[in-house]
């Protein structure tokens, strides 16, 4: 039956669908003599999307409803997203629209109940967990925009928030107790409890999928209930995990009101896996609209041609009209349908999707109308963007709202300083009764070296800023991230600017960070991305003079993972 399954897959993909039809069947009614229905699930869905791209509607809904109620039966919300949106698609194409439109909705309705439900059963123990969810994400997307193709103002806001869920709630999927980079404040025998009641919950699912029996339905709802238990607790317990976890989607109206001012425009992404159509909502005082751009494939090229173009020149000198070119050609592919409405504006608010997290949008450039040739020696070109625009890009449009919030909230604050300076590791900083013998403090200088002008940096900016502390490298014993925390640093000035040296890791981006001290010691010497997400910090404003802290990993749906990032998302 897995064969047979792997075969049918393998043809599909290489789009021979009528061999994979033989393979796909033979899979199906294989586990269906076996009675493993849930092993049945993954060969039924492709088989499903076989009779789709073959145009056969009605087998692709009778597989649609067997889907849905194996899903009951397995109490897996994300079998019956996928169950709704086959039948979505084979609805509309049996011309049946409004049946069609009610399934999207009924497959986001889903979706929304699997990322909201902070431990699903059915996913609980799957390390892919996030990845899958925004895989349905992408296609539900796709599939409401094209079958109930928005045009009434109800439907298209509709749409866009439930974009703003995928993009605000994603990244939340990887906050779990346990597998967490976000650990919670909670004692360890809570922990333990808690992960002893998700082993007993996934093993219960797993009885109860395996055979379907009524008693083992009731364990399951048992130790569902018993995990919420410890669940609730734990977020009573650490308010900051609370918070962190609990961020929710900014709805239309609330963007309207917050961000939307005059001259402001909206632009925010969505960029799919597969080679599909990348979708753009433009909102301003005009109202919102809904576009669709070149295939994913098409802009992931043009995007690294043009950062190749920027970091590796060909011929070791940068390539000046090639780039200018390339930029160009991005904005026409990126803007170009909306060219009027950015023209008018003054401020533009980006939220970038996969690849255009890397992108630098401030380096776009306007095509120049009146050059007479675009690719000829006197090529004249129009003016960058950052030359005409104030330019805000956020991993999303949910944490800007949030960011505004606490502005707001922090505005009649009246702290001590303008500026609190972190003057970072120096020659001569080590620990005290450190000496040259000292095997890891000796490792902390050989890995990075001292910082030899920060003195000087924080002596230029105390002079050119009235109100400005430079807090000292220790607070008694504690030195590195212990001293930064006790020394008061984070509500004490309006801007905070750290000198020190950065690190990012590309495998784990929560542990990239900041060290603040040479001690050799990690645990003393790095504020971490993960450490940051239980710091107050009251300040306007934060600048790292440090390397790598704008570096990040993306995550598809999740936005660019840095340690600026992390200071973005705590607000």
Not at 52 to 73: C, D, F, N, V, Y
Not at 119 to 135: E, N
Not at 367 to 379: L, M, W
């Amino acid at each position: 039956a897995q064969i047979a399954y792997l075969l049918g897959k393998a043809l599909y993909q290489q789009d021979k669908i009528d061999e994979a039809f033989t393979y796909l069947e033979d899979s199906v009614l294989d586990y269906r003599k076996l009675g493993q229905s849930e092993r049945m699930r993954n060969p039924l869905t492709l088989l499903a999307r076989a009779h789709l791209r073959k145009e056969r509607w009605a087998a692709a809904l009778t597989i649609a409803g067997e889907l849905r109620s194996e899903s009951r039966k397995l109490r897996d919300p994300a079998l019956r997203t996928n169950a709704e949106l086959i039948a979505a698609e084979a609805l509309w194409g049996m011309r049946r629209t409004t049946e069609a439109r009610e399934a999207c909705r009924a497959a986001m309705d889903s979706l929304l109940k699997t990322s909201e439900e902070w431990q699903t059963p059915s996913l609980a123990g799957s390390s892919s967990r996030s990845g899958h969810l925004m895989m349905l994400g992408y296609l539900a997307f796709d599939d409401f925009v094209r079958i109930t193709e928005p045009g009434r103002d109800e439907e298209l806001r509709e749409v866009f928030e439930f974009l703003q869920h995928l993009k605000a709630r994603s990244l939340l999927d990887r906050l779990q107790i346990g597998e967490s980079f976000v650990r919670p404040q909670i004692p360890l025998s809570l922990e333990e409890e808690e992960r002893q009641a998700k082993l007993r919950m996934v093993r219960s699912y797993k009885r109860f999928r395996d055979t379907g029996d009524e008693e083992k339905r009731l364990e399951l709802a048992e130790s569902e209930a018993n995990y919420q238990r410890i669940r609730a607790t734990i977020l009573e317990v650490d308010a900051r995990y609370r918070r962190v976890h609990d961020r929710r989607a900014a709805r239309l109206s609330e963007i309207r009101s917050q961000l939307v001012a005059p001259g402001t425009v909206v632009l925010d992404y969505l960029v799919p896996r597969a080679d599909e159509t990348v979708y753009l909502f433009v909102l301003d005082e005009s109202g919102l609209e809904l576009v669709e751009l070149a295939s994913s494939r098409k802009i992931s090229e043009q995007v690294g041609f043009y950062l190749n173009l920027i970091d590796q020149p060909p011929t070791g000198q940068p390539d000046e009209q090639a780039i200018i070119a390339a930029a160009e050609a991005l904005f026409s592919t990126l803007m170009g349908p909306i060219a009027d409405r950015v023209r008018s504006g003054r401020r533009l608010i980006i939220s970038p999707d996969a690849i255009l997290h890397r992108l630098p949008f401030s380096a776009l450039a306007l095509p120049d109308d009146a050059a007479a040739s675009r690719n000829g020696p006197d090529h004249v070109r129009g003016p960058y963007l950052a030359e005409l625009y104030t330019i805000i890009t956020v991993p999303s449009l949910s944490i800007l709202c949030d960011l505004e919030l606490s502005l707001a909230a922090r505005k009649d604050r009246n702290p001590d300083y303008d500026l609190a300076i972190w003057p970072g590791p120096e020659a001569g900083d080590q620990p005290a009764g450190a000496d040259d013998e000292n095997p890891k403090q000796r490792r902390g200088m050989e890995r990075f070296g001292p910082l030899r002008f920060a003195e000087a940096e924080s002596e230029v900016l105390s002079r050119e800023i009235q109100r400005t502390k430079i807090f000292p490298r220790s607070v008694g014993e504690a030195r590195g991230k212990q001293a930064f925390i006790q020394a008061d640093l984070l509500g004490t000035a309006h801007v905070i600017h750290v000198i020190a040296h950065g690190v990012f890791q590309d495998r784990r981006p929560w542990a990239s960070g900041l060290y603040l001290s040479l001690t050799g010691e990690d645990e003393v010497d790095r504020l971490s991305a993960a450490d940051v997400y239980y710091l107050d910090f009251s300040a306007d404003l934060i600048t790292l003079a440090a390397c790598e802290t704008a570096r990040g990993t993306v995550l598809h749906g999740e936005g660019m993972q840095s340690f600026a990032q992390a200071l973005f998302s705590s607000g």
